[in-house]
């Protein structure tokens, strides 16, 4: 449908499009995507001539484009951009009309088609069809830009980042719409964007580009399981890591090297740690480093001891994990028991760490959101 | 006899002849205006040059330009015609001007993206968008030319400036005023004309315009 043949584009010295060979295939949704100055933008205007290479040929249904009439191709291709572009002076129905109006359709058929299309993603041409772009919300005004793209019913739509500027709640539904369109009406779409969620989301394939050349063109899935670099895998974020489902242990989710003490500590000494660390309780250990349990402040207080060795102050139980535990079995005991953490041991039963609330709800932001280090 | 019976006759025929100069020399200027601005904006290398040059010979005094002209085309009309034309020229060319540049390129591309042609890429967006812009100008030039139309009399062309000039001439201050109060009343109902105009223009953008 789309073919590249090393296509090279510069500005001055600067290579924006470094012999770029590729191919989109027909009704296929492909999303280019890469850091900002990556050549994706380019490579996109390139298909409707918006921007000439400098050498190569681009071929969209085996044609060489160089021959085709610039105008003409792009009456063939959807286009819709960023900034929206909805022309002001001009109603809703009148913009969606634009391109059938180039191209000699009768009235009565552009009016057929713009209630069809409006229809579609629920405005009406009673409602709507006569107002002007600047009474519509950004979200509406972007629906209608997706529909002029697809007014003349073109087998090719190239969209430059279309939802970029818009808040998530609306993004998130205009993705949703695209995708229903794009299923609905088996075209080409070509996506500009910088969003590895939206490209996730939309792609039937991406095009991962850098320094104006492809490093990877793969199915979303494909790209998850196997990113074909570091800035790829940088992009996914922790996606990459999590679709293999990794089983998760205590030890991902404790909070490592609590404040424990050996049972021969003073407990004058001890009241002292917990002073200072403003912590209510302490861990206990044996003399071979292996856990014995737990005191707090209140055991010592109604022992009534002030002197002698901490381990003469009953020593309590508490909740406990090994290291290799379900993460799930822990935060079960942390939530079933009356004490604020489950100690996790190590399998010699010396001291790991401990889970508590905060170290369970900052894994699992980790998890979800990437490291916030 | 009262100053109507004197004059009346004289003052409606000077109206009439006054504002048929602002109404030929507007035409005429918007006309010129708006081809030159919309290849200015074509070439705004070219305009950098051009736009200056042509605000210094904005400088030069009508007197003098009508003078000049005078000499070399007689005691007709069209001398003061083409003189006030040229002088309505320039509000509205910087006008159309900075109106076409000043469209959102976004729009331009977006025009582009939708396989309009450069011809209609300009009737259909930029002309429509920069319209408030370049009426804006045609009204500065209406004001204007309706004053500088006074001239047209210092050769013998009739028009408002004629009761002005014999007004000072004979110290005759009824006849200043005669002269005066008309012309500044045209030049505000022009005006508010115009103003009218550009606002249903700007309020309900219109039908496309049908383009080549």
Same mark, same amino acid.
């Given at each position: 449908?789309?073919?590249?043949?090393?296509?090279?584009?510069?500005?001055?010295?600067?290579?924006?499009?470094?012999?770029?060979?590729?191919?989109?295939?027909?009704?296929?949704?492909?999303?280019?995507?890469?850091p900002s100055g990556c050549g994706k933008t380019t490579t996109l205007k390139s298909i409707n001539r918006?921007?000439?290479?400098?050498?190569?040929?681009?071929?969209?249904?085996?044609?060489?484009?160089?021959?085709?009439?610039?105008?003409?191709?792009?009456?063939?291709?959807?286009?819709?951009?960023?900034?929206?572009?909805?022309?002001?002076?001009?109603?809703?129905?009148?913009?969606?009309?634009?391109?059938?109006?180039?191209?000699?359709?009768?009235?009565?058929?552009?009016?057929?088609?713009?209630?069809?299309?409006?229809?579609?993603?629920?405005?009406?041409?009673?409602?709507?069809?006569?107002?002007?772009?600047?009474?519509?919300?950004?979200?509406?005004?972007?629906?209608?830009?997706?529909?002029?793209?697809?007014?003349?019913?073109?087998?090719?739509?190239?969209?430059?980042?279309?939802?970029?500027?818009?808040?998530?709640?609306?993004?998130?539904?205009?993705?949703?719409?695209?995708?229903?369109?794009?299923?609905?009406?088996?075209?080409?779409?070509?996506?500009?964007?910088?969003?590895?969620?939206?490209?996730?989301?939309?792609?039937?394939?991406?095009?991962?580009?850098?320094?104006?050349?492809?490093?990877?063109?793969?199915?979303?899935?494909?790209?998850?399981?196997?990113?074909?670099?570091?800035?790829?895998?940088? @992009?996914?974020? &922790?996606?990459?890591?999590?679709?293999?489902?990794?089983?998760?242990?205590?030890?991902?989710?404790?909070?490592?090297?609590?404040?424990?003490?050996?049972?021969?500590?003073?407990?004058?000494?001890?009241?002292?740690?917990?002073?200072?660390?403003?912590?209510?309780?302490?861990?206990?250990?044996?003399?071979?480093?292996?856990?014995?349990?737990?005191?707090?402040?209140?055991?010592?207080?109604?022992?009534? &001891?002030?002197?002698?060795?901490?381990?003469?102050?009953?020593?309590?139980?508490?909740?406990?994990?090994?290291?290799?535990?379900?993460?799930?079995?822990?935060?079960?005991?942390?939530?079933?028991?009356?004490?604020?953490?489950?100690?996790?041991?190590?399998?010699?039963?010396?001291?790991?760490?401990?889970?508590?609330?905060?170290?369970?709800?900052?894994?699992?932001?980790?998890?979800?959101?990437?490291?916030?280090? | 006899?009262? @100053?109507?019976?004197?004059?009346?006759?004289?003052?409606?025929?000077?109206?009439?002849?006054?504002?048929?100069?602002?109404?030929?020399?507007?035409?005429?200027?918007?006309?010129?205006?708006?081809?030159?601005?919309?290849?200015?904006?074509?070439?705004?290398?070219?305009?950098?040059?051009?736009?200056?040059?042509?605000?210094?010979?904005?400088?030069?005094?009508?007197?003098? @330009?009508?003078?000049?002209?005078?000499?070399?085309?007689?005691?007709?009309?069209?001398?003061?015609?083409?003189?006030?034309?040229?002088? /309505?020229?320039?509000?509205?060319?910087?006008?159309?001007?900075?109106?076409?540049?000043?469209?959102?390129?976004?729009?331009?591309?977006?025009?582009?993206?939708?396989?309009?042609? &450069?011809?209609?890429?300009? @009737?259909?967006?930029?002309?429509?968008?920069?319209?408030?812009?370049?009426?804006?100008?045609?009204?500065?030039?209406?004001?204007?030319?309706?004053?500088?139309?006074?001239?047209?009399?210092?050769?013998?062309?009739?028009?408002?400036?004629?009761?002005?000039?014999?007004?000072?001439?004979?110290?005759?201050?009824?006849?200043?005023?005669?002269?005066?109060?008309?012309?500044?009343?045209?030049?505000?109902?022009?005006?508010?004309?115009?103003?009218?105009?550009?606002?249903?223009?700007?309020?309900?953008?219109?039908?496309? /315009?049908? /383009?080549?």
């Amino acid at each position: 449908m789309i073919r590249f043949e090393h296509v090279t584009k510069k500005y001055g010295n600067s290579v924006i499009l470094d012999d770029l060979s590729f191919e989109i295939k027909e009704g296929e949704f492909a999303v280019l995507i890469g850091p900002s100055g990556c050549g994706k933008t380019t490579t996109l205007k390139s298909i409707n001539r918006l921007i000439e290479p400098d050498a190569g040929h681009i071929y969209v249904n085996g044609k060489d484009i160089a021959e085709t009439d610039p105008v003409k191709l792009r009456r063939s291709i959807g286009y819709v951009i960023q900034q929206i572009g909805l022309f002001p002076n001009m109603t809703v129905a009148q913009n969606i009309g634009v391109v059938p109006k180039r191209l000699k359709y009768e009235k009565s058929e552009i009016l057929k088609i713009t209630r069809e299309l409006m229809d579609m993603v629920g405005m009406s041409y009673e409602e709507y069809g006569h107002k002007y772009p600047s009474e519509l919300s950004g979200g509406q005004q972007q629906r209608i830009g997706v529909l002029r793209a697809l007014a003349a019913s073109p087998p090719i739509v190239l969209m430059d980042e279309p939802f970029g500027a818009l808040d998530p709640m609306t993004r998130s539904s205009l993705q949703e719409e695209i995708i229903r369109l794009h299923k609905k009406l088996h075209k080409t779409f070509v996506f500009v964007t910088h969003d590895m969620d939206e490209a996730l989301k939309l792609a039937d394939k991406i095009i991962f580009m850098e320094g104006g050349h492809i490093i990877q063109m793969a199915t979303p899935e494909e790209m998850l399981e196997n990113p074909a670099s570091d800035l790829i895998r940088s @992009f996914m974020g &922790k996606r990459a890591a999590d679709s293999a489902p990794v089983q998760l242990t205590a030890a991902d989710f404790m909070r490592p090297d609590p404040i424990s003490v050996y049972k021969s500590r003073g407990v004058r000494e001890c009241t002292e740690i917990m002073a200072r660390r403003h912590i209510d309780s302490l861990l206990i250990k044996n003399d071979d480093d292996t856990y014995a349990g737990v005191v707090s402040v209140n055991s010592i207080k109604r022992s009534g &001891k002030t002197t002698g060795p901490i381990g003469e102050v009953p020593i309590a139980e508490n909740a406990v994990s090994y290291v290799t535990e379900d993460a799930m079995e822990s935060f079960d005991k942390l939530l079933n028991s009356d004490k604020d953490y489950v100690v996790v041991l190590n399998e010699d039963d010396t001291i790991a760490g401990i889970v508590t609330k905060t170290s369970m709800a900052k894994a699992m932001a980790d998890a979800l959101w990437g490291d916030a280090q | 006899m009262s @100053f109507w019976d004197l004059y009346g006759q004289k003052l409606l025929v000077a109206i009439g002849v006054h504002f048929l100069y602002v109404l030929a020399a507007v035409s005429i200027g918007f006309v010129i205006a708006l081809a030159l601005g919309i290849l200015l904006s074509r070439a705004p290398g070219i305009a950098k040059v051009a736009l200056p040059l042509i605000s210094v010979f904005q400088t030069i005094p009508g007197v003098v @330009f009508i003078g000049l002209l005078f000499l070399s085309l007689g005691m007709v009309p069209a001398t003061a015609i083409i003189a006030l034309a040229i002088y /309505a020229v320039f509000p509205i060319l910087k006008n159309t001007y900075v109106g076409l540049l000043s469209v959102d390129k976004s729009l331009l591309e977006a025009a582009r993206g939708c396989g309009m042609s &450069k011809m209609q890429s300009l @009737f259909e967006v930029e002309l429509p968008l920069a319209l408030p812009s370049i009426i804006g100008g045609l009204r500065m030039s209406t004001v204007y030319t309706v004053s500088w139309a006074v001239l047209a009399s210092m050769i013998g062309l009739g028009g408002l400036g004629e009761f002005i000039y014999i007004g000072i001439a004979t110290n005759n201050n009824a006849l200043i005023v005669a002269g005066a109060i008309p012309s500044g009343i045209m030049a505000i109902v022009l005006s508010l004309l115009i103003d009218a105009v550009k606002k249903r223009v700007t309020h309900a953008p219109k039908k496309e /315009a049908s /383009a080549a």
